[in-house]
Nanobody, 127 residues
Framework: QVQLVESGGGVVQAGGSLRLSCAAS????????MGWFRQAPGKEREFVAA??????????TDYADSVKGRFTISRDNANTMYLQMNSLKPEDTAVYYC??????????????????WGQGTQVTVSS
C-alpha cells in the first residue's frame, strides 16, 4: 500500500522558518516527481513546488511565484522529500500536502489530479 506521510508542520511567527518532510512508502518513487500543494481555509488547493529524480547530479524543480526565493524543495533519495520554508508570511498559512506523480515538475502547476497524495500537515504563520 502506497503512503505519503508529511511531518514538520506547526505554528511559527512571521519571518520564521519551518522544514516539512514527506516520507513515501509502498513502492520506489525514482520515476516520479514529488511536490507540495497547499490549501488555505476557503481557498482552492494551489501548487507550491515540485522536484524530480532525473539524475544523480541534477534535479528539475519548479516553484509557484508566491514562494520563489523563500522556499526550497529537495530530495535526498527517491522516497524522501523536503520543503524548507523561510521568511514565512501569514498568507503561507495552509494545510500542506505532499504528492507524487509521473508528470514533470514544470507541468504540476496546471494539474489538479495527481496520482498519490498525503494527508496533509498544518502550517500556521502568526503575524
Amino acid at each position: 500500500q502506497v503512503q505519503l506521510v508529511e511531518s514538520g508542520g506547526g505554528v511559527v511567527q512571521a519571518g520564521g522558518s519551518l522544514r516539512l518532510s514527506c516520507a513515501a512508502s509502498g513502492r520506489t518513487f525514482s520515476s516520479y516527481a514529488m511536490g507540495w500543494f497547499r490549501q488555505a481555509p476557503g481557498k482552492e488547493r494551489e501548487f507550491v513546488a515540485a522536484i524530480d529524480w532525473s539524475s544523480w547530479s541534477f534535479r528539475n524543480t519548479d516553484y509557484a511565484d508566491s514562494v520563489k526565493g523563500r522556499f526550497t524543495i529537495s530530495r535526498d533519495n527517491a522516497n524522501t522529500m523536503y520543503l524548507q520554508m523561510n521568511s514565512l508570511k501569514p498568507e503561507d498559512t495552509a494545510v500542506y500536502y505532499c504528492a507524487a506523480d509521473l508528470a514533470a515538475p514544470k507541468d504540476w502547476r496546471r494539474r489538479v489530479v495527481l496520482e498519490y497524495w498525503g494527508q496533509g500537515t498544518q502550517v500556521t504563520v502568526s503575524s
